[in-house]
């Protein structure tokens, strides 16, 4: 009996120290937490800025933004580092879009599209505008781009390798309201869609 209650008695104490030693340690993360949390507001500066609303609002239900995080001072030098995200706000979330690998569905960007939204000849560079904002093109890529219907399909073509060229296929009913959304890495003008 008495060897029991010893055999107690020390895993008890051992988990006080063990849940003392935690808290220390908590205090201890606390206050570095605070110095770090100084030091990221003292090093960076973000901003919000609403991208070209006269192109978005007219094809999406959100608005859409870029987030600009810039970082001086670091290691003792006056240059600064910034990052930019692009990002849309769907009122209860703040998403970056789909980002593109190979041939991609992009049901989110889809979903996000205006219900009386028609991608028609008249809309179309207005499209080509909005994928310019969400889905920019790297300044060091040749521009590539073009647009055109095909087969019920509108390609909005961003840039060529060889003979193939890629970019956003968007389906469309016989109204022009779009029912699907993809990027395709290869579509070759005598492929057949």
Request: a negative charge; proline letters at 4%; hydrophobic letters at 35%.
């Amino acid at each position: 009996m008495t060897q029991i209650r010893t055999t107690f008695i020390n895993i008890y104490t051992l988990g006080l120290c063990l849940f003392c030693s935690f808290h220390f340690y908590a205090q201890i993360n606390e206050q570095a937490t605070e110095r770090l949390n100084r030091f990221m507001q003292e090093s960076c500066q973000t901003t919000y800025e609403e991208i070209a609303p006269e192109v978005t609002s007219k094809i999406l239900k959100y608005p859409v933004y870029y987030i600009t995080r810039e970082t001086k001072n670091m290691y003792g030098r006056k240059e600064h580092a910034s990052s930019r995200f692009i990002v849309i706000d769907t009122g209860d979330h703040v998403k970056t879009f789909e980002p593109i690998k190979t041939n991609t569905n992009l049901p989110e960007l889809y979903g996000y599209i205006q219900q009386d939204f028609l991608l028609n000849q008249q809309s179309a560079p207005e499209f080509e505008a909005l994928l310019d904002v969400i889905y920019p093109i790297e300044s060091w890529k040749p521009d590539k781009r073009e647009f055109f219907l095909k087969d019920g399909k509108w390609y909005f073509l961003r840039d060529a390798y060889f003979r193939t060229k890629q970019g956003f296929e968007v389906s469309v009913d016989m109204d022009g309201k779009i029912t699907g959304i993809r990027y395709k890495m290869k579509w070759d003008e005598n492929e057949e869609s």
